[in-house]
């Protein structure tokens, strides 16, 4: 079984904060994202890599950065915390074989982070 | 136009009944479709994957693909409230920027 293992199930932080989100799968997949989720919204893509070192911009990039610098490892950066920057957060996983996107995302069990 | 769509409900059916899930989407050249489920405060959980037409069964589930007419259906058979939850559409879209979008999901209710 694929698992996909994020550091914190919740987490308060203050506004101005930087704030790290840390994303570990065991399963050797190319691929990580992160997403936030919020009620009416749906899930969002903040960022995805494709492999180490690389990153590509999801729809809402704006306050956050991403590192990958083991192939297992995918972390989520708020450069400086807002409140608006409330929300559940959810790291995903898939493998690359076959085509780009044949594979479907394996997701971690969230961190719900409060900013206050 | 949204680029997957879902009734964001809540679908109540009875236990015991057929529950019917719909998606819709805009990229004609769209090519893997994915069901999720999602209980309240937890993560999404695959449930189907289908890349071609036609039905692909599962159990309890039943995933139909329909790209001429772009839309993916999800039905559940024999509905336990143990089902009750949001499920979610995930489409890979083919153009340019290569990603899955999600639908914002579908709360489904089973009445005991």
């Known amino acids: 079984d694929v698992k996909v293992t994020q550091s914190s199930r919740y987490l308060v932080k203050r506004t101005g904060e930087k704030v790290f989100l840390e994303c570990v799968q065991d399963m050797d997949h190319e691929n990580m994202f992160w997403y936030r989720q919020d009620p009416g919204l749906g899930l969002r893509l903040i960022y995805f890599?494709?492999?180490?070192?690389?990153?590509e911009k999801g729809d809402i990039p704006e306050g956050y950065s991403v590192s990958r610098e083991k192939k297992e490892r995918f972390s989520l950066i708020l450069e400086s915390a807002s409140t608006n920057q409330t929300s559940m957060y959810l790291c995903?996983?898939?493998?690359?074989?076959?085509?780009?996107?044949?594979?479907?995302?394996?997701f971690g069990d969230g961190t719900r982070l409060s900013i206050l | 136009q949204k680029e997957v769509e879902q009734n964001s409900g809540p679908l109540s059916v009875p236990e015991g009944a057929i529950a019917s899930l719909n998606c819709t989407y805009s990229d004609r050249g769209s090519q893997s479709f994915f069901w999720y489920r999602q209980y309240s405060g937890k993560s999404p959980e695959l449930i189907m994957s289908?890349?071609?037409?036609g039905d692909k069964e599962d159990g309890r589930f039943t995933a139909q693909l329909n790209k001429a007419s772009q839309y993916v259906s999800l039905l559940i058979r024999d509905s336990q409230p143990s089902d009750s939850a949001t499920y979610l559409c995930?489409?890979?879209?083919?153009?340019?920027?290569?990603?899955?979008?999600f639908g914002t999901g579908t709360k489904l209710q089973v009445i005991p």
């Open positions: 995930a489409v890979f879209l083919s153009g340019g920027y290569q990603k899955v979008t």
């Open positions: 995903a996983s898939s493998s690359q074989v076959g085509e780009w996107g044949n594979q479907p995302q394996h």
């Open positions: 289908i890349y071609s037409n």
């Open positions: 890599s494709y492999d180490v070192k690389m990153k």
